[in-house]
T-cell receptor
Framework: KNEVEQSPQNLTAQEGEFITINCSYS?????LHWLQQHPGGGIVSLFM?????KKHGRLIATINIQEKHSSLHITASHPRDSAVYIC???????????WGAGTKLIIKP | DAGITQSPRHKVTETGTPVTLRCHQT?????MYWYRQDPGHGLRLIHY???????DKGEVSDGYSVSRSKTEDFLLTLESATSSQTSVYFC???????????FGPGTRLTVL
């Protein structure tokens, strides 16, 4: 079983819909990261969080440390949000990241 | 954007040839990482460095070596490239605290 699990693997939605991507982990962490990768593009860090909730524009990330679960929400989704969203956790035992497999999101106009 | 570049951005080579990929940073970050990204897999760590001349293996290090002679440069070498090393390679830099990493633009390597 992977230490970081993302769901769903693939998600297709219509423009304007509210999007939720989930990340569950099984190890002790010091922080959780959400990153975005557009097709053929580089990888960009969206959020780093260790508790609570963070918001940037239409993106919201939450984390529940007790349940070992995080969600990434996109409000009023737009075709330009189409990308792979990756969850990763900072293990509290070393200085490496443990990566989820990513969620491929397609927003149709 | 973090000042991190990779070269070359694209490379096509033949099986058995040596290949070196370069990662260069202007941020003076202590930690540098090499990942590969393949369809159906998440990012997989090849090697990482925690200082000049200090490197260690990641989960998929076989067939790869690295060197870091200066803070700003981290080289990844495939001594004898194989078709299984066809991939997109990403370099990343980071601080230790919470391990936030910043990624380079990637290098697409094709081994024929």
């Amino acid at each position: 079983k992977n230490e970081v699990e993302q769901s769903p693997q693939n998600l297709t939605a219509q423009e304007g819909e509210f999007i939720t991507i989930n990340c569950s982990y099984s190890v002790g962490i010091s922080a959780l990261h959400w990153l975005q990768q557009h097709p053929g593009g580089g990888i960009v860090s969206l959020f780093m969080l260790s508790s609570g909730k963070k918001k940037h524009g239409r993106l919201i990330a939450t984390i529940n440390i007790q349940e070992k679960h995080s969600s990434l929400h996109i409000t009023a989704s737009h075709p330009r949000d189409s990308a792979v969203y990756i969850c990763a956790v900072s293990s509290d035992s070393n200085y490496q990241l443990i990566w989820g497999a990513g969620t491929k999101l397609i927003i149709k106009p | 954007d973090a000042g991190i570049t990779q070269s070359p951005r694209h490379k096509v080579t033949e099986t058995g040839t040596p290949v070196t990929l370069r990662c260069h940073q202007t941020e003076n970050h202590r930690y540098m990482y090499w990942y590969r990204q393949d369809p159906g897999h998440g990012l997989r760590l090849i090697h990482y460095s925690y200082g000049v001349k200090d490197t260690d293996k990641g989960e998929v290090s076989d067939g790869y070596s690295v060197s870091r002679s200066k803070t700003e440069d981290f080289l990844l070498t495939l001594e004898s490239a194989t078709s299984s090393q066809t991939s997109v390679y990403f370099c990343a830099i980071g601080h230790y605290a919470y391990n936030e990493q910043f990624f380079g633009p990637g290098t697409r390597l094709t081994v024929l």
